[in-house]
């Protein structure tokens, strides 16, 4: 009689791993569901955000192109020179502006590293993995 009662926990037992697998399979599909949702909601807000930065940075380009002209103009009438001495004017300060931006951000990107901290950890990790097999 002893035997029917050990099958039966046995049983029991291996159905309650057996569910208790089934819950946390789906709770982990139900937290991927949740994420999938929230990424979503958070990309439409990240694409008309996008969208408003677009249209700011057009409004933006031809509000900087009719100061530019106006300034280049406004040379002009006040020193009594040609249009085109104004905007060559401009043209020259906006080429050195340009230029000095250029070379700084050239100095900055020559000091990016990529990913130092990982390539370290890695190359450890395949060291100790190596390590390990010999």
Do not use: H, N
């Not at 996008?50 to 406004?74: C, D, E, K, R, S």
Request: charged content about 20%; proline content about 2%.
């Amino acid at each position: 009689m002893g035997y029917p009662m050990a099958y039966e926990t046995e049983a029991s037992m291996g159905t309650l791993v057996r569910g208790a697998l089934d819950d946390v399979r789906e709770l982990f599909r139900e937290e991927i569901a949740l994420a999938r949702a929230e990424l979503r909601a958070e990309l439409s807000k990240a694409t008309g955000a996008a969208g408003g930065f677009g249209a700011a940075a057009g409004a933006l380009y031809f509000a900087g192109f009719f100061v530019l002209t106006a300034l280049a103009l406004g040379i002009a009438t006040l020193f009594d020179w040609p249009a085109w001495t104004g905007f060559a004017i401009v043209g020259v300060v906006l080429a050195i502006v340009g230029a000095v931006c250029f070379v700084s951000a050239r100095r900055r990107m020559r000091e990016i590293r990529g990913l130092p901290r990982t390539v370290e950890t890695v190359s450890r990790t395949v060291a100790t993995v190596k390590g390990s097999f010999q």
